[in-house]
């Protein structure tokens, strides 16, 4: 039997928005808003470049990233064509107007998925991504 975890009142999301859930061990999962009140949890990561999927742009079931406006669906969490890619999804549940998320699996599901670093040397956190060296401004 899955055991769940309260996390918040719909109310409490921004209609067509989304509210970060922060956990212990591995990045925040986004918590999203439909403007029919339908709840979806993401990975608060886009699978093409690692950006904040919970500052993104929420439009009919689907969150535009704020980095590149790659398209990701809310209830499957993959990218639209001609985009590719995945990101985690979990499980939740509205119930008396309370938001819920699988127990298990905010305390498993990707949990060793690194975040996006930025700054000098960085990766962009797409897999695969090599990080580089930057060089640093010549002085007159």
């Known amino acids: 039997m899955t055991e769940w975890t309260t996390i918040c009142r719909v109310n409490d999301i921004p209609v067509l928005g989304?509210?970060?859930?922060?956990?212990?061990?591995?990045?925040?999962?986004?918590?999203?808003?439909s403007s029919e009140d339908k709840v979806f949890a993401l990975?608060?990561?886009?699978?093409?470049?690692?950006?904040?999927?919970?500052?993104?742009?929420?439009?009919?079931?689907?969150?535009?990233?704020?980095?590149?406006?790659?398209?990701?669906?809310?209830?499957?969490?993959?990218a639209r064509a001609p985009d590719e890619g995945c990101t985690p999804r979990f499980a939740c549940k509205v119930d008396a107007g309370q938001v819920f998320l699988d127990t298990a699996e905010l305390a498993t599901l990707a949990i060793d998925l690194l975040?996006?670093?930025?700054?000098?040397?960085?990766?962009?956190?797409?897999?695969?991504?090599?990080?580089?060296?930057?060089?640093?401004?010549?002085?007159?």
């Open 18 to 33: 989304a509210r970060r859930v922060a956990r212990p061990q591995g990045m925040d999962v986004a918590v999203f808003r």
């Open 43 to 78: 990975l608060d990561r886009c699978p093409h470049k690692g950006g904040p999927l919970s500052q993104g742009i929420v439009f009919g079931e689907t969150v535009a990233c704020p980095l590149h406006n790659m398209t990701i669906g809310l209830a499957d969490g993959c």
């Open 115 to 140: 975040p996006p670093r930025a700054g000098p040397g960085a990766s962009t956190g797409a897999v695969g991504d090599q990080t580089f060296a930057v060089q640093a401004p010549h002085s007159a």
